[in-house]
T-cell receptor
Framework: EAGVAQSPRYKIIEKRQSVAFWCNPI?????LYWYQQILGQGPKLLIQ????????DSQLPKDRFSAERLKGVDSTLKIQPAKLEDSAVYLC???????????FGPGTRLTVL | QKEVEQNSGPLSVPEGAIASLNCTYS??????FFWYRQYSGKSPELIMF????GDKEDGRFTAQLNKASQYVSLLIRDSQPSDSATYLC?????????FGKGTMLLVSP
């Protein structure tokens, strides 16, 4: 069974630029999560999708972050414009359904200069 | 504000010893509790979860939960150098996980 795929693995941008991350969950997993993990911290939930609907986006900075999950499969997370404090690893996780094990992708390491 | 507290460590133990990792949480409505292991530069991987008071054992790992004290712990028996990693405690409510900052464990040969 293929795992959660994410791309790109690394991204370096300058502040005020835009960036997008892509996630392909495990086949059949209805729930998809985006987390932000700053160095030395635990993952922080940004947004949770159930199929293509948003379940929880209370911690998503909506003035600059946006996410979508078209057709309930792949998802993209966008930052526009980026700030220095957005430097972090962005993790995507998927789950067969709520209350099951979350499987994490390898993450995208973003550096904002 | 839901909070999950962990000692950042590092916790250093010799090979073969028992490592004890602790976590406290603030949300009394929390329903399930997870321990993830994260190697440097890698993504978290689930070790085990627990949702009932008491102990749950899985191989060398034992999770302990005390909801009255809002405390969850992970014991690793016969620690190996390959157990050296950051251990993340996560607390779940309504399918949303809140993670602690993690405890770094170092197992010396």
């Amino acid at each position: 069974e293929a795992g959660v795929a994410q791309s790109p693995r690394y991204k370096i941008i300058e502040k005020r630029q835009s960036v997008a991350f892509w996630c392909n969950p495990i086949s059949g997993h209805a729930t998809l999560y985006w987390y932000q993990q700053i160095l030395g911290q635990g993952p922080k939930l940004l947004i949770q999708f159930q199929n293509n609907g948003v379940v929880d986006d209370s911690q998503l900075p909506k003035d600059r972050f946006s996410a979508e999950r078209l057709k309930g499969v792949d998802s993209t997370l966008k930052i526009q414009p980026a700030k220095l404090e957005d430097s972090a690893v962005y993790l995507c996780a998927s789950e067969l359904s709520s209350y099951n094990e979350q499987f994490f992708g390898p993450g995208t390491r973003l550096t904002v200069l | 504000q839901k909070e999950v507290e962990q000692n950042s460590g590092p916790l250093s133990v010799p090979e073969g010893a028992i490592a004890s990792l602790n976590c406290t949480y603030s949300d009394r409505g929390s329903q399930s509790f997870f321990w993830y292991r994260q190697y440097s530069g890698k993504s978290p991987e689930l070790i085990m979860f627990i949702y009932s008071n008491g102990d749950k054992e899985d191989g060398r790992f034992t999770a302990q939960l005390n909801k009255a004290s809002q405390y969850v712990s992970l014991l690793i028996r016969d620690s190996q150098p390959s157990d050296s990693a950051t251990y993340l405690c996560a607390v779940e409510r309504y399918s949303t996980l809140t993670f602690g900052k993690g405890t770094m464990l170092l197992v010396s040969p």
